[in-house]
């Protein structure tokens, strides 16, 4: 018999309750897998458990807010009364009180924080937010996610002497220069979002925190120069719309392995470096319009680890040349200005284009791994011109294991929905026979195309490729329709004597209702 367990009437067992037996800091760590509510419902098991509930190292005092219709806006459900800050100082003066642990403290009020109880000044909810913030940096907080919005509110200067903070997230807060030193030596991620920051106090906390290794600024503002001193040891650096129009990015460390910056201007290319400093970066993310063919021209070489690489509305880019013998991933996103792209890169694994389905750019792939091709355009690019730049784009390519065609009209709601193609239009030019892939993927999004585009549809991209499976995607509210015109199509292909397949098995559809559209997919198989 379990030694756990005693027979009190004959065929049952009064189990004893170990997990309740277990110190306190297991069942703080077994509840903190949990979300704040239902932690907190483990109070009702037991005055054990009632107890546990109330000393859980994770605080989070998150404002809830509701949908009150089918517009994408958020209300706050309620006021922030004066109830709800008084339940919140009591708990954290109990942390106070018996010297509790504070992993995690986590403040998140909603945007609309005037609609405050009349009884609540936004002086008193700052003075409380800085209390609280004292008594989690004296207890130890690894981890601080703060967002107090529409209050002007200032972080206090005791948390930049807060030794164990190892996450700090900040959201509509402001930073003001505090003239002392600053100890954050477990620091290791810093995020800003929407938040003021004095130039020389942000650049004083990048370089006084040396754990720092994720280091995010997005919409922030009151700098223009930000500063990665060599002594940093900043691995992931991501910088979002908070320059101004003469703003620098000063890199002197070479520990970045991602790089993500954006920026709105088109005048010039803001970040300066060293030469050898980006030997380490492995993923390179670009959304800025000052880059020119020049500037990455001198960068590109210098990133001998690259293994991503994505530009995005690059647009004074004309003629790039890409070759990596690391790169494995190549996004180009609405860089409308390119002409000619070459790129060698015999480890590329996946190349995406999105954008304007241009026959006048010329874009040249080589690469000896098996690679996934995948084109995002709208479905008046893809005329003659347009399929025989598809076909090029996949000779370059020793194996294609998939193309993925999303025709959208998200981005040019003024183009129309027709396809036309002629393979007499190329007249004497020719590329060989159509490539055999393993699987073509159709994603369509509310496109309502004849039967003539289908048709034209099917042709080009069968003059393109042979696939062993041909998978749709439909987001439509109605895509019966659509799906009974494809499948028409192909049933025609099937018993025309222009291609030769054979036939097409029963297909496999898998529906699925979302709240805002219908979304289908349908698997193929083809036997040519």
């Known amino acids: 018999m379990n030694p756990d367990c005693e027979e009190t009437i004959p065929g049952q067992l009064n189990t004893v309750d170990r997990l309740s037996d277990l110190p306190d800091f297991i069942l703080h760590d077994i509840i903190s897998y949990l979300g704040t509510r239902e932690a907190y419902r483990t109070c009702i098991l037991s005055k054990r458990w009632a107890h546990i509930s109330g000393t859980n190292p994770i605080i989070e ?116 220069y505090y003239n002392g030193a600053i100890n954050l030596a477990s620091l290791q991620t810093l995020e800003l979002l929407y938040v003021g920051v004095e130039e020389r106090m942000l650049n004083h906390i990048i370089s006084s925190c040396l754990l720092l290794k994720c280091l995010s600024v997005k919409f922030c503002f009151g700098f223009k120069t930000i500063v990665i001193p060599c ?50 970066l492995r993923t390179l993310d670009l959304f800025s319009s000052g880059i020119t063919d020049g500037d990455l021209g001198k960068l590109l070489p210098e990133l001998a680890s690259l293994e991503t690489l994505h530009l995005f509305h690059c647009r004074r880019l004309t003629m790039i040349r890409i070759s990596n013998v690391q790169l494995k991933k190549i996004y180009l996103d609405d860089c409308h200005g390119l002409l000619y792209v070459t790129i060698d890169a015999p480890s590329l694994t996946k190349f995406k284009y999105k954008g304007d389905f241009d026959p006048d750019c010329i874009i040249t792939i080589s690469s000896q791994a098996s690679c996934l091709l995948s084109v995002h355009t709208i479905p008046y690019c893809l005329d003659t011109p347009g399929f025989f730049k598809l076909k090029q784009l996949m000779t370059g390519l020793r194996s294609c294991n998939a193309l993925k065609i999303w025709l959208s009209d998200d981005y040019d709601e003024s183009g129309p929905d027709d396809i036309k193609f002629d393979e007499e239009e190329l007249g004497d030019v020719n590329l060989g026979p159509p490539r055999d892939i393993r699987e073509l993927k159709l994603s369509l999004y509310d496109q309502n195309l004849s039967r003539s585009s289908v048709s034209a549809f099917l042709n080009g991209l069968f003059w393109t490729c042979r696939p062993d499976i041909i998978s749709f995607q439909f987001f439509f509210h109605e895509p019966d329709l659509m799906i009974q015109l494809f499948m028409s199509e192909l049933e025609d292909m099937a018993n025309c004597w222009g291609h030769p397949l054979k036939r097409i098995e029963s297909p496999d559809a898998n529906c699925s209702n979302t709240l805002e559209s219908k979304k289908v997919d349908l698997q193929l198989r083809l036997h040519w």
């Not at 109990?94 to 002086?123: A, E, G, H, Q």
């Not at 004296?138 to 206090?156: E, G, T």
């Not at 703003?247 to 460390?253: A, D, K, M, N, R």
């Not at 088109?266 to 400093?277: H, N, Q, T, V, Y």
Request: hydrophobic residues 35%.
């Open 231 to 280: 002594c940093s040891q900043v691995k992931e650096l991501t910088l979002k719309y908070s320059l101004p129009k003469n703003g620098t990015i000063i890199l002197e460390s070479s520990y970045l392995t991602c790089f993500q910056f954006s920026d709105s201007y088109d005048d010039r290319w803001p970040i300066m470096l060293k030469p050898g400093l980006l030997r380490n």
């Open 61 to 176: 005092f998150h404002y809830y807010c509701k949908k009150v219709n089918s517009s994408a806006r958020y209300w706050p459900s309620k006021k922030v009364s004066a109830r709800l800050l008084e339940y919140m100082d009591t708990r954290m003066q109990r942390y106070d009180k018996d010297k509790l642990r504070v992993r995690t403290l986590s403040f998140r009020f909603p945007d609309y924080i005037y609609l405050l109880d009349s009884n609540i000044k936004k002086l008193e909810l700052s003075s409380k937010v800085d209390e609280w913030i004292r008594i989690a940096v004296r207890n130890q907080v690894a981890k601080l996610d703060l967002d107090v919005p529409n209050i002007n509110y200032q972080l206090p200067a005791i948390l930049l002497s807060a030794k164990s903070l190892r996450e700090l997230y900040c959201m509509n807060v402001k930073i003001p």
